[in-house]
């Protein structure tokens, strides 16, 4: 009995034994299991981890660690966390270091490291105490993440959003942000602020509408709806109420675009102000101007006609009727008559009324006929009852140059009589007139021709006339004296510069006719010289009147 029971407490404590070998093998076998599940995640993760001693030396790192800051571990070990920190952090890390023994551990801090390269990377750190079995302190644990993509990132939207901010605020435009949803503004420019006599804080968090006239409230309404649906930027012209009441147009160009990821109507309002006033009187400067192209239109005409070959005084007087009313500002109800020596040349439209303009035509200051023009309807009073000041002016113009050209139309029909009268009428005549021989030396000159030249008769008799004329009109005039003298097809009018004896330059308008039967001809000089630089000033203005016609033709078609 005795001798069994020994036997089975021996079987028992083998199986005991056995038991214990086992449990004691399967716990090894769990502590070998969570070493290596703990060296693969130290070695696998992305952040870097380190474990130091109390005073920061690096005692060992993993993978992570040691590629971030570009060291091997045989460099990196026993060197100290400030030996690779920035000094301008060991403050916050010697705080950092006495708040982990304090409590155990850090929140989460950011900093700097040096690499081995120099250069410096941003990181994220979070540290633990790290104690023996006994609870002891004995080091620390460190997890590092590189933030560096992360800080500049946030870097660059600072200064994107500060070269956003300095050409939202000096924009010349006032810039207006509104919520699409609400219509609430969100934000607004300096210009704003002007534009609209207020401050920014009068402006943010007012519905849209406000800065409109308030009776319009629903149409400024809809055009919102409107222009948040359209995609692209659309243009619109308004109104926008100041502070004092004052009610301004404006162009406005409205978008929806996205600002920090939420959607906003952006509205880039320009005050219109003057552009409209230059609208409003756009028919005035149109009219005025308008009546300077006509003008010009009705002397051009005139100075065709007198180069017409053969035309004589009367079909100049008649044409010169039949084209004055369309330089008037109202040519469907115009007439004209010129009397002339009691010759009358009139359009077919000419009836006597009492809307009456009238100038005197005269030759070597006496008067020898008048200029009528009617108006066959009633219109309203302007300068000179229905008649503007400019059609003062014209018809005045219009005398002047009839009575030039029968002033010279006369001296030509005199030359063709004879010598001596034609002499006796040239030193008489008005107008500065030569005589030019085929050589081209001058035989004869008037005192009027002394006057405008500034030479005497004995200063210019023999002289080849081309002496007196700018380089650029030599070659062209001397071809013109050839072509008179071999076939009659040179101009009998036109226009040269020349030089009076102090050197002077001058504009002069000629008249040439050939002596009959002789190499000679007849030149009457007129001094254009002030004439020309009126004729160059409505010349300009009519330039600009053209391209403000364009101007205003466009921006009335994109408006």
Partial sequence: MEVRILRDLGKAKKIVKDKYAAR???AEEEIRESERKYRELYETTKDGIAATDLEGNIIECNQAFLDMIGYSMAKIRNKNILNITPKKWHKLVAKIVDEIKARGYSDEFETEYIKKDGTVSYISVRAWLKKDREGKPTGMWVIVRDITERKEAEEALRKGEE??????????????????????????????EILLEKKRGEIVGRHQTMIHPQHKAR??????????????????????????????????????????????????FRDITERKRAEDEKGKILHVLGGYVKELDCLYEMAKMVEIPGISLEGIYQETADVMPLAWQYPDITCARIIVEGQEFKTTN??????????????????VGVVEVYYLEEKPEIDEGPFLKEERNLIEAITERLGGITERKRAEEAFTKSEERYRRLLEYSGSAMVIIEKDKTISFVNKEFQKLSGYSKKDIIGRSFLDLIHKKYKKKMAEYHEERRKNGK????????????????????????????????????????ERKKLEEELKQ???????????????VSTS
């Avoid at 147009?249 to 996205?258: E, K, N």
């Avoid at 000419?350 to 008067?367: C, Y």
């Avoid at 020349?498 to 030149?523: Q, Y």
Wanted: charged share 30%.
């Fill in 24 to 26: 004691r093998l399967l």
């Fill in 163 to 192: 070269e956003f901010r300095l050409p939202f605020e000096s924009a010349k435009d006032a810039i207006i942000w509104a919520d699409p949803k609400t219509g609430l503004i969100t934000n607004c420019n300096k210009a704003a």
């Fill in 219 to 268: 149409y400024y309404a809809n055009m919102f709806k409107t222009h948040i649906k359209q995609k692209g930027a659309v243009d619109a012209e308004a109104e926008v109420i100041t502070k004092s009441g004052k009610s301004k147009p404006v162009h406005i160009t409205s978008t929806v675009t996205l600002v920090g990821g939420k959607p906003i109507i952006q509205g880039i």
């Fill in 350 to 367: 000419f009836r006597e009324t009492k809307w009456k303009q009238v100038a005197d035509v005269k030759v070597v200051g006496k008067k």
């Fill in 490 to 529: 040179a101009p009998i009018t036109y226009e040269f510069e020349a030089f009076d004896k102090k050197g002077g330059r001058k504009t002069i308008e000629v008249t040439v006719a050939m002596v009959p039967g002789t190499g000679r001809s007849t030149a009457a000089l007129r001094d254009m010289t």
């Fill in 541 to 555: 203005m009519t330039k600009e009147l053209r391209k403000l016609r364009g101007g205003i033709s466009s921006f």
